[in-house]
């Protein structure tokens, strides 16, 4: 499976999803409907799965050109983002983040949905940017922030807009770990392959208890919050 967008790819029942615009990996309309078709495929024969970016760009966050076109075409584009961004969260399959380079504002919260996040060392910028471009931080991104950040860094990482190098990604909790980046993918793969092992049905189950109760209240606060986020 590729598209113009991204590429899928399955290896030893671990699913390897690509993002890769030729640019910095938008989540455009195009983007967001290939990764959801992509974590369908991914249940239906895989055990894990790979998402990762091209090198130097992970995901830009939400496309500014469908972003500036309207405020109707913006709020299509962040629900149906919403939507991708919970079905990440939520996956029944273990999810592996592969940063492979920048990930800001919507970016960043793909990689926060990440049951392992590893990150490719370099000169990269992570984090929620939001407030510092004028725009509130929505609900699910604070309660993503809130389920994976320490607590020291939730204020600086949300409020402050604070961005971070991969290092310090690792001390705010965005990241478990980093790699060189020729190692990026190999190591992903080697985490994914460990938790293809686990029992499904549990892992499907204890996941749900740990992330579902967030889940809900987020689904619950979202039409409020984002009549918010089209008048600030």
Known sequence: MTTDVLSYTLD???A????DDGKANALSVEMIDGLLAALTRAEEEASAVVLTGRADRFCAGFDLRV?????EQAKALLGRGSELLLRL????LPLVIAASGHALA???LVVLTGDTRIGAQGAFKIGLNEVAIGLPVPVLAMEFARARLTPTELTRATLMAQIYTPETAVTAGYLDSIVPADQLLDRAKEEATRLAGLARSAFK???LRLRGGVIA???ARMVEDMR???NP
């Open 12 to 14: 030893q029942k671990v």
């Open 16 to 19: 390897v999803i690509r993002m």
């Open 67 to 71: 972003m500036m076109s309207g405020p």
């Open 89 to 92: 969260f939520g996956a029944t």
């Open 106 to 108: 919507g970016g960043a």
């Open 205 to 207: 189950a204890t996941k």
């Open 217 to 219: 209240d987020i689904k």
């Open 228 to 230: 918010t986020l089209m």
